[in-house]
């Protein structure tokens, strides 16, 4: 089976998905990190991640006033946004009190910057994805082609971190360091001089690892679902309910196969950014031999840490993103049969 749509419709639709699920689900983390940064205020240096609904983005502290809380000459305006005083009685509070005091746009603080590398991955993952998918022969209406998405959702995720995973790095040197793009270019210079291209590949393997059996699980639980709900209602359209209720639940079903590997990617990332920040080329264990660790310190318990947060942001997203995705691209189908 062909799909009907262009490469260029593809990205138009999960371009239009990418940014209804950030600007959805980014007020969350902003909270998140607000009463994080209550209960402990970041330190200079200190790396925090923040997603934005498509990407777990590293973020670096190089401004800190002191005490997130307290009340001194600084003004709160010329403050970075995490460290913005507030005191919060939790997560409901925190949305009123920082709507009320600092406005509605408050809720999307430091979201701009990290659009610029998780639309464009976002974009490449499911174009690749749909493309690679009918490339393979796939069709809805054969059950036995349903191992196809699994094989598309490993090589479109596989594609996209392996281009996006040096950007995120990059992305973090200028932030540690405040580098323009002419002395970012001259410090990779460096930085591939002495070390080789294992400075744009490092924490490529944490990623992968989290990443690809994330999307081969999803895919193959979202596309059973579908295809069974077109094979069995004899259609070609598509049910948003079902394509939601889908989403969240292959989502979620994924996001927690995967946790430990998302915990250890985390670990990985902070690790990396905060030796970025300090200048050192420190001596990184491999990604097994970190699972061990975390796994001698607490068990699974360690493997399983931040389950229940990470289940309320991963159901939603996958949820809004795919019910996105789908609509944009049966109102392209449609303009297509239209003009034909």
Known sequence: MTDELTPAQHAMSSCVGAVLTSVIMSPLDVVKIRLQAQQKPFKVGSCF??????????????????????????????RPWYERPGHFNGTLDAFIKITRTEGVTALWSGLPPTLLMSIPSTVIYFTAYDRIK???GYDEHDASTCHVPVAAGILARALAVVLFNPLELLRTKMQSSRLSYFQLKEA?????GN???VFVMKGLGPSLLRDIPFSAIYWFGYEFTKSYQMRHYHTTDVNLILTFASGAVCGSLAALLTL????????RQIELGEAQVAGTSKKLVSTWALLRELYG????????????PRMIKIAPACAIMITTYECSKSFFRSQNREMQ
């Open 188 to 192: 990779i210079k460096i930085s591939i």
């Open 260 to 267: 430990p590997f998302d915990v250890v990617k985390t670990h």
């Open 49 to 78: 991640i923040y997603s934005n609904g498509l990407m777990d983005c590293l973020c670096v502290c190089s401004h800190c006033h002191g005490d997130a809380n307290s009340k001194n000459s600084v003004s709160s305006r010329i």
């Open 297 to 308: 310190k607490r068990g699974f318990t360690a493997l399983y840490a931040g389950v229940v």
């Open 195 to 197: 070390n080789g291209l």
């Open 134 to 136: 009918y490339r393979l």
